[in-house]
């Protein structure tokens, strides 16, 4: 048991280190309290902001046990749980009463201290006679038998005003279906708000906060918010000759001559993080149908190929399977913790409740887009199979496939940094990969070390080599190629005699470059 007065402040646990600042500790309470959010995944977010170091607990239950210490071990009270459902206080709604009741009780401006989260709690829950401890009092007062009519209307009117989330509760029928009664979101509608500015595919903020029930100065309030989230490549400011541009070419455009500033754009990627900000069930009925949308759009662009430019097809090719990957893995990671969640929520009481947002995720894959295999006795994404495969890799990779394509690469884009990579194939079949691929492929991520060699003709089957040639060799027999994985039922297993691939592998590294065509 940590004793404040005799222990030193803790910032790791078993080993691992933490994050142990008080607005760390906050925005976990906030994650944990997200009802956006599906239970999975706010334990996940919250793992991620407590473990900040390189090395992180290797598994989930030791992982969630550090974190229910962390969130737990300032307080050293035996008090019987609370079964009522009423949430004392809330770090968003009650940020004023709590600030100034430190800047009053202890003369500490929150705004500016740096303190360890055990501290900032214990000083929290022995705050007395403030604005904030009354308020906690009302919603916690629970009616009495014994008390006048009179008395109990006052209770209820004031635990009224002060219930957190009174805004959403107070919605009536007929509010809360013209609530969701939102605009609706076809390809028509979509087409004609989507711009190409700096080479990439945008929309103004104005038209999204249409879209979300928001006014512009509203919509972006919410972004600023959570500013941190937003990148260049998600979102940028246009500058007086883009916007004139656009004023030029697109005379509908949705542009506020009013406006003090320029407007916002944000790209798809950008588009999916405003997904996880924007709350309420209209924001996730609207980013549902975008999601949709988006897919059916890049759908009859894959199937008209023909109409649209190959580079042009290329790139969004690479941005529809990175996204895919990068959507599998969140899915994955949050399948890993799930079973470990309920025990987390008891010991948080009702900090932790349910949401839509796992429908929401599934929604960004469909089912025909997942691609699954067999490997290590269970069925996973191919796309994460294959990644795990080769981040295992020390000083080289080496894949033996005669049937390659786009997403052969975009499976090697987060191999570790200085590994060998080459491809030995033949890049036969219909969908050959083609030099402009290879070409944007290596621009993209420089940092892969990517060659290729022809096999000759004399393979049939697919191969992962892993550090030819070292201790650490490993070779991995696939039932079918990377680029195609999945889409029926394969398998990847590992073959440990490897011995008897030395020469094969020795032969390949003489055969000649291989020429992708134009």
């Not at 004031?158 to 919605?171: F, S």
């Not at 599998?328 to 987390?344: A, G, L, R, T």
Request: net charge negative.
């Amino acid at each position: 048991m940590f004793n404040v007065m005799l222990d030193k402040l803790p910032y790791e646990w078993h080993g691992y280190h933490i994050d142990a600042s008080f607005r760390i500790g906050i925005q976990i309470m906030q994650c944990l309290q997200d009802e956006e959010y599906e239970e999975n995944v706010r334990v996940y977010q919250a793992l991620n902001l407590l473990f900040c170091g390189d090395e992180k607990p290797a598994s989930p239950e030791e992982a969630i046990e550090g974190l229910v210490w962390y969130l737990n071990e300032y307080n050293h009270d035996n008090h019987k749980k609370d079964k009522s459902s009423v949430k004392a206080f809330d770090f968003d709604v009650d940020q004023w009463r709590i600030y100034a009741a430190f800047l009053k009780q202890y003369g500490i401006d929150l705004n500016t201290v740096q303190m360890h989260w055990f501290v900032f709690m214990g000083l929290l829950t022995n705050l007395e006679g403030c604005a904030f401890t009354r308020v906690v009092d009302i919603r916690c007062k629970k009616l009495d038998a014994k008390m006048s009519s009179n008395e109990r209307k006052a209770i209820k009117t004031a635990q009224q005003v002060y219930k957190i989330g009174n805004k959403q509760t107070e919605l009536t029928a007929e509010e809360k279906k013209e609530e969701i009664a939102a605009i609706e979101i076809t390809e028509e509608y979509m087409k004609e708000r989507i711009y190409e500015i700096r080479g990439q595919r945008v929309i103004l903020d104005s038209d999204l906060s249409e879209i979300y029930g928001y006014t512009t100065k509203a919509f972006n309030q919410q972004v600023k918010n959570n500013i941190e989230k937003f990148d260049e490549d998600f979102m940028f400011e246009l500058t007086d000759e883009e916007l004139e541009d656009l004023r030029y070419k697109n005379c509908t455009a949705n542009i506020s001559s009013k406006s003090r500033y320029n407007p916002h754009v944000f790209t798809e990627q950008g588009l999916y993080m405003l997904m996880t900000v924007l709350k309420g069930p209209l924001a996730v009925k609207q980013s549902k149908a975008l999601i949709r949308t988006f897919k059916k759009m890049k759908d009859y662009i894959l199937e008209n190929r023909d109409l649209i430019g190959q580079r042009e097809l290329l790139q969004l090719s690479m941005e529809t399977a990175n996204n895919r990957i990068e959507i599998n893995k969140i899915n994955s990671d949050m399948i890993s913790i799930e079973k470990q969640i309920s025990d987390v929520a008891e010991g948080l009481k009702d900090v932790v409740t349910k949401s839509e947002l796992a429908d929401m995720m599934n929604s960004f894959v469909s089912d025909d887009d997942e691609k699954w295999l067999m490997f290590n006795a269970k069925f996973s994404s191919a796309d994460e199979v294959y990644e795990s495969i080769y981040k295992q890799a020390k000083s080289s990779i080496y894949v033996v496939d005669n049937y390659i394509g786009l997403r052969t690469l975009v499976h090697l884009k987060n191999s570790p940094a200085g590994v060998a990579i080459i491809l030995f194939s033949d890049n036969v079949g219909n969908n050959k990969l083609h030099n402009i691929e290879f070409t944007d492929f290596c621009k993209e991520y420089p940092t892969v070390n990517l060659s290729m060699k022809k096999t000759g003709g004399i393979f049939h089957d697919r191969f992962i080599v892993l550090d030819y040639g070292t201790a650490d060799e490993r070779v991995f027999l696939c039932g079918a190629s990377s680029k195609d994985a999945g889409a029926r039922i394969t398998s990847i297993v590992e073959d440990y005699g490897i011995s008897k691939y030395a020469p094969v592998i020795a032969t390949l590294l003489k055969n000649p470059t291989l020429i992708l065509p134009q």
